[in-house]
Structure formats: structure tokens, C-alpha cells
């Protein structure tokens, strides 16, 4: 099973910017669809942004405009640019595939004043 270790995460003020990168322990070319979600605190998790092998994207309405997702099969990495930071951001984020597998320990970003 391949693993994910999500990093970049941190506290930033509303309207600030974070990156988001997720290293996978062996190829991620296999991986058709790699995708970030999130969890808030009492929420479920949702799906945030997913990204096909041919670069094909798709955005949650909510993220839509402010995140950019990318993924680089080279290195077995896929980012994501959170730009103009919200407070209903507040999420622990995770990668996985689509379908998923394991998930890693994510990392928290907190949107605050």
C-alpha cells in the first residue's frame, strides 16, 4: 500500500497564502486521480481538489478561483497552493488517491486572525 506524508500546513491570517506538498512512498504515475481533502473540526471529510495523470483538475465550489493543485510523477509529489486563506479553511488536509487507500496524518492549516 503506498503511503502519504502531507506537509506545509501551519496558522495564517485570512487572506494569506500556504503550500501544501504530500510525498507518496512509491509511484504516483500508477495513481489515475491524486486528490487533497480536508477534515474540520465536527465535519466530514471532503474531497478539496483532484487531479488526473493527463493534468485534468476539478475544484470544490467552495475553493474554487484561490487553490491551484499540481502533482509531479517525477518526484512522487502533488501540492496544493491555498491562496487568499479563509477562516472556514480551517481543516486538517489530507492526500490520497481516488478511490483512496490509507490515509496519512495530514496537516493542519488554521485560518485566523
Known amino acids: 500500500q503506498v503511503q502519504f506524508v502531507e506537509s506545509g500546513g501551519g496558522w495564517v491570517q485570512p487572506g494569506g497564502s500556504l503550500r501544501l506538498s504530500c510525498a507518496a512512498s512509491?509511484?504516483?504515475?500508477?495513481?489515475?486521480?491524486m486528490a487533497w481533502y480536508r477534515q474540520a473540526p465536527g465535519k466530514e471529510r471532503e474531497l478539496v481538489s483532484r487531479?488526473?495523470?493527463?493534468?485534468?483538475?476539478n475544484y470544490a465550489d467552495s475553493v474554487k478561483g484561490r487553490f491551484t493543485i499540481s502533482r509531479d510523477n517525477a518526484k512522487n509529489t502533488v501540492h496544493l497552493q491555498m491562496n487568499s486563506l479563509k477562516p472556514e479553511d480551517t481543516a486538517v488536509y489530507y492526500c490520497?488517491?481516488?478511490?483512496?487507500?490509507?490515509w496519512g496524518q495530514g496537516t493542519q492549516v488554521t485560518v485566523s486572525s
Open positions: 490520497n488517491g481516488v478511490p483512496t487507500t490509507d
Open positions: 512509491r509511484r504516483i504515475s500508477s495513481i489515475y486521480t
Open positions: 487531479i488526473t495523470n493527463g493534468g485534468r483538475t
